[in-house]
């Protein structure tokens, strides 16, 4: 494992956290998660550093990086990928427990959905009432009783909410758990969804004011993955139909930015190879920018 900070020139690095014993608040902090976590390919690596940059470019914040990436060529089952990415998970949920302690607004860039098992829950730790919108063409909510696939990022949302118990914290509560535009789902999770709290808004005319409604006067944090996006849109390993439009996200964001967007993470991108310009990345950043801080 390894823990380092990339620094872009065009991105000059964050005030430092603690300054003469004090704990300062900081505008916003970038980690990039780049562990091979579930044996997913190097360009999911890429696309992270891409996203990472885009956003460090766009938040005036250098990037720290956790992780080596480097990919065991073959998709592990989750206990295997659980047990040969613990250290990285471990380091990814320190840091965001300090990002969340240090920064007014906390991003993340991870190449799967496996790596919200160590988010989420320092989200939860830190913002306990935060609802936690969930953007992806999967709900994660699996448990190992419950997977079919034996697929780690399966059960992210799952491990984080308590579901199962992955070893790094699972105290988000379901009734802060906001579904959009998920649309792939398994008999188990549904009915989970039908007999739980969880808000499972559907794409719609109407979408944008069931959101509205729903996360009034709360906190946000948002997960935000690429498989979400109507295919051809951008490249990414599921390609699911009847996804959201580029207008419809950025709809999306519009109005979570009307409350106090606490963070960010992307997930799930892979990076082109056509791609010269890392577009992708920065079409994402792009999409999503009403959620950034400004000034």
């Known amino acids: 494992m390894s823990s380092v900070v990339e620094q872009d020139p065009a991105c000059p690095p964050s005030r ?53 990436g480097a990919s065991p060529g073959r998709s592990l089952g989750w206990r295997d990928a659980l047990a040969r990415s613990g250290p990285e998970l471990a380091a990814l949920t320190e840091s965001a427990a300090r990002s969340l302690r240090s920064a007014a607004f906390s991003a993340f860039c991870l190449t799967r959905n496996a790596a919200a098992l160590a988010t989420l829950p320092a989200v939860a730790r830190a913002h306990p009432d935060a609802a936690v919108v969930w953007m992806g063409a999967h709900p994660c909510l699996h448990t190992p009783a419950t997977t079919r696939t034996g697929d780690l990022s399966g059960m992210a949302l799952g491990g984080a909410t308590g579901l199962w118990e992955s070893g790094h914290g699972g105290g988000l509560a379901l009734s802060n758990v906001v579904l959009i535009g998920t649309r792939d789902l398994d008999r188990a999770e549904q009915r989970l969804i039908a007999n739980s709290p969880i808000r499972n808004i559907p794409a719609g005319p109407r979408m944008q004011e069931e ?85």
């Open 16 to 68: 430092a956290p603690h300054e003469a014993g004090r704990t300062r608040a900081v505008r916003a902090m970038v980690t990039a998660f780049v562990d091979g976590v579930s044996g997913h390919s190097d360009r999911a690596r890429r696309a992270t550093l891409d996203l990472a940059t885009a956003l460090g470019r766009r938040l005036e914040s250098s990037a720290g990086v956790i992780g080596e």
């Open 211 to 295: 959101l509205a409604a729903t996360i009034a006067g709360r906190e946000v944090f948002v997960h935000f993955s690429a498989d979400v996006l109507q295919p051809g849109i951008v490249l990414t390993d599921y390609q699911i139909a009847n996804g959201l439009t580029i207008d419809s996200v950025a709809a999306t964001a519009r109005t979570l930015a009307r409350e106090r967007v606490i963070g960010l993470e992307l997930t799930e991108l892979e990076h082109d190879p056509a791609d010269r310009f890392n577009t992708s990345a920065q079409l994402v950043v792009e999409m999503l920018a009403p959620l950034l801080p400004r000034g």
